[in-house]
């Protein structure tokens, strides 16, 4: 009797566990991602060229807008956190325009590598202008001030509005080189800030050997804990090269002679800010 008992309890066990199989395996175990929003459909998508011109008026004006519209984009990670350089926010590109991801999350770059291409899910997100750099995110208000404006989103909000697509593919990113030419122009500096792109044959005005990037000794003026470098026969009010204190480069010393810098190309106002993502983003001119 007990056998028979022991065998029946055996039999039920067996089939608990293959009905549960479905709802409980683990994600990894399905070939499906842990993280994200696997509900997220690619439709509705649009160019992140047009979610600019759509919100241009904001952006422009630096203000912020909750977006209301069921609309998405898609387009490739190009820069994260991996160095410490960009501070809780990706930048995301696709064949038209680039746009910066504001995300209240550190470790990013874990689960975000250059090269993952991803879907968002804009309805609920806020679009905005930082110093006209076109923004995703959500309200930020300023505890001294009380003033509001484009910020970052909580770790809890992105999970439910982002989807992983594929595998990252680096060789997908390819940097574009940036048309000194084209400094001052309004509509290139539009259409291209917050791309991966690369500045050729530039020098360091500061660089004489023993300078570094971003002290933090009070030697160079910080604004927002990062120090902003100038180049050679490029003025500070049009072009500079902006690190982070808690950059893991931020101590390397400036190279001298010519250089090509990879970056990301973000705009504060009129001003183009290039971000290095990593030591590697800087080499002798080719």
Known sequence: MKAFQYSIYTLLCILFASCMGADYADPEDNGESPYGNHELTETNVISISELKSKFSSVISKSGMQEITEDIKIEGYVTGNDIQGNLYNEISLQDETGAIIVAIEQGGLYG???VGQKILIDLKGLIIGGYGKQPEIGSVYTNSNTGAQSVGRMSRYTWATHYKLIGSA??????????????????????????????????????????????????????????????????????????????????????????????????????????????????????
């Open 169 to 286: 593919n680096p060789a997908a990113i390819t940097p574009e080189v940036f048309d000194k030419n084209k400094l001052k122009d309004a509509n290139y500096i539009s259409a291209n800030c917050g791309k991966l792109m690369t500045i050729k044959g530039v020098t360091f005005k500061d660089a004489n050997g023993k300078k570094v990037f971003a002290p933090s000794d009070g030697s160079v003026t910080l604004t927002a804990n990062c120090a902003n470098r100038t180049l050679k026969d490029i003025s500070s009010a049009s072009m500079v090269v902006r690190t982070s204190i808690y950059a893991d480069f931020a101590t390397d010393t400036i190279p001298q002679g010519s250089q090509d810098i990879t970056g990301i190309f973000t705009r504060y106002n009129n001003v183009w800010q290039i971000l290095m993502r990593t030591n590697g983003d800087i080499t002798p001119e080719k």
């Open 111 to 113: 689960y975000l590598p």
